[in-house]
């Protein structure tokens, strides 16, 4: 029964969304605010779940089974053996090729792939039931001491926004009308996500790992660039609308108002109240709930509905391309508009050198192809769910190279310059700080 609902389930989130099921997909799913899982829940999903698991279970309870003598179970295990045989045999070459020019394929076999991956997931989960030791990446990281005035950062991260959905990465619709504007906004157009999931691409942007280096284990138990900026007697603050912070702010001061269910105007609440408390340099982290699907209607006020019609659904599958586009593009109406009232707010504050960064943790599909939201294999993802918009303002008075920045703005970077960068940004020097990857003094 476990394994005909565990198929039931996968072949709703196979058939629907394009899926594909890994041991992260369950831990996700694990990790999951209550809110998360609602908006998967539908009429599509519970008649799904009638047809394909309570109807064969109670044809599979009811079933009177005969069983056959020793023989006959021979036989028919011999007969399954030499059809086996027979056809691997003949169709040998057929199966070669197939098997080396589609591996994803794998990934389909229903329910022999989700049980594979739930069973990975269980055995991961207890062999890392014991905690390992806490790596320290710098006991004494350095700031740089100036006369300037402190700086204040805020980092917005975006959630499931990707850059081909930006006008100011040549969208055709005008998604960014204010940003464009100010005219003093950078945009780094071909900037890349480390992971294709929040339980992946949040932590990895703020270790000091590469995306090939990266484990989420090892991640967990070394310090961040939170962890070293700290440190540095820079006062960091994480306030978070988007499930958490994936362990990312364990040791840092932090809001949480994911259990609040409100769009992400609830990120600036009393936020200059914060700023006041501290005259020194600060990073606050903005996490927002943007563009989490598949109920994106719900996550932008009805004054941003200008792109219609709309999907106001989470059954995706049941509205066009150009409805759930639509959708999808009034929440990064709504997000330029929040960016611009943080510039805003950043101006304000004169007694800082001030500075945004905007930079979504992974991408979306939005149905190309078949395939809706996000989390397929890095290998197999598609660029709608790696390619990440990254936006930099800083005030006049920021000690920056802007002619450096308008040279590499179309040039290639991904999460694994974030570390560095922003560690750059606050003057920071460490024995692990890698200059050739930070973006703004490299």
């Known amino acids: 029964m476990a394994a005909l609902l565990i198929a039931a389930v996968s072949s709703y989130a196979m058939d629907h969304f394009g899926f594909i099921i890994s041991s992260q997909t369950f831990q996700a799913i694990i990790e999951s605010d209550r809110a998360e899982m609602l908006d998967l829940f539908n009429w599509r999903f519970i008649t799904s779940l009638v047809l394909l698991f309570l109807l064969p279970a109670v044809i599979i309870v009811c079933a009177k089974v005969t069983h056959a003598s020793f023989k006959t179970k021979l036989l028919h295990l011999l007969f399954c053996i030499l059809l086996v045989i027979g056809n691997a045999v ?28 739930l069973t990975k997931y269980i055995s991961q989960s207890l062999s890392f039931s014991e905690e ?24 917005v991260v975006g959630e499931a926004d990707r850059s081909m959905n930006h006008s100011l990465n040549g969208y055709h619709k005008n998604t960014n009308p204010l940003l464009a504007q100010r005219g003093d906004v950078y945009s ?6 480390c992971g294709t999931e929040t339980l992946v691409s949040l932590p990895c942007m703020f270790s000091a790992f590469t995306r090939e280096e990266y484990n989420q284990h090892k991640a967990r138990y070394t310090e961040n660039i939170l962890d070293l900026l700290q440190k540095a007697q820079v006062r960091v603050l994480w306030r978070d609308n988007d499930g958490g912070c994936k362990h990312v702010c364990d040791r840092v001061s932090n809001d949480d108002f994911t259990s609040h269910g409100q769009q992400d105007d609830v990120l600036l609440k009393d936020l200059q109240q914060h700023i006041n408390i501290n005259n020194g340099d600060q990073l606050i982290v903005l996490h927002k709930l943007g563009n989490h699907g598949p109920a994106y209607y719900k996550h932008y006020p009805n004054k941003f509905k200008q792109f219609t019609p709309t999907c106001d659904t989470t059954e995706l599958t049941t509205c066009t391309m150009q409805q759930i586009a639509n959708t999808y593009d009034n929440i990064i109406l709504y997000t330029d508009d929040f960016l611009d009232r943080i510039i805003k ?21 939005l149905g190309e192809n078949g395939i809706y939201l996000h989390a397929m294999p890095y290998w197999l993802a598609p660029k709608e769910q790696i390619h990440v918009p990254f936006f930099f303002w800083a005030s006049q008075d920021f ?16 999460h694994d310059h974030l570390f560095h960068s922003l560690m750059g940004l606050f003057g920071v020097r460490s024995r692990v700080y890698k200059q050739e990857l930070d973006i703004f003094f490299g």
């Open 90 to 117: 003949l169709l040998n070459k057929h199966y070669v090729f197939f098997i080396r020019n589609a591996r994803e394929i794998r990934y389909y076999i229903n329910p022999v792939r989700p049980i594979y991956s």
């Open 188 to 193: 780094f157009n071909k900037f890349y996500s």
């Open 132 to 155: 390992p030791s806490f790596v320290e990446l710098d006991p004494n990281p350095i700031k740089v001491t100036s006369n300037a005035k402190p700086k204040l950062v805020i980092l």
């Open 399 to 414: 000690a920056l190279n802007r002619e450096h920045l308008t040279a590499i703005k179309d040039q290639e970077f991904s």
């Open 345 to 365: 707010q950043l101006e304000s504050n004169t007694a800082y050198q001030t500075a945004l960064i905007y930079v979504s943790d992974h991408g979306e599909s």
